[in-house]
């Protein structure tokens, strides 16, 4: 679940790198503060980042994250040790159904063999909300390019699988049963609140 390169892009300290990312968060902050969420899982959590602005913002009472990298998981038990951060995986969650207010799921569908079946199971363990992010395509890969990163592979991340544009994310999303709610583009990304249900 969690890209190898998700530390490194967190502590770069390339000013332009830093901005972007905390432009992303202030952006998905915005988004999930008014739903009022108690219980929130970051699913593809790494090193717990994510979960660390949400406990900083204020937003939720519980907070627990799941990822698939023992690594990851390591470093963030060691950086973040109040933070819950367990192993598990997208596809057998280990959860009742229902069991969170709010999952995340940033970052990580752009990276699975099968993303129609990480959905199912995010529906299955969520009782009103997701919130994905994947890289807005093909701007994503081109800025990529334009900086000089992954040349070989034109500016595609060699860890990416899928590709969508901000449009083929939230169709793929209503295409397996959630309801739309916002869509933003912090760039390079595309984030969407969605809910279950159409």
Known sequence: MADTTNFQKHVNKNPIQKFL????YSVMINLIKPLKS?????????????LVKLKRNQIGKFHEGV???????????????????KLGSIYELPYKE???DLLLCTEVLEH???PKKAVKEL????SKYI????????????????????????GNHPEHIN?????????????NGLKVVCVKTPFPWTLILAKKGR
């Open 21 to 24: 990312i905390n432009y992303f």
């Open 38 to 50: 108690e219980k929130i899982l970051d699913v593809g959590a790494g090193e717990g980042f994510s």
């Open 67 to 85: 990822d698939n990298s023992k690594d990851a998981l390591k470093l963030g038990k060691k950086m973040y040790p109040k933070i819950n951060l």
């Open 98 to 100: 229902n069991s969170f």
């Open 112 to 114: 699975l063999d099968d």
């Open 123 to 126: 529906k299955r363990v969520t």
């Open 131 to 154: 919130v994905f992010s994947t890289p807005n395509e093909p701007l994503f890969t081109i800025a990529n390019f334009l900086r000089g990163k992954y040349l070989k592979t034109f």
């Open 163 to 175: 590709h969508w544009s901000s449009g083929g994310l939230k169709k793929f999303l209503r295409q």
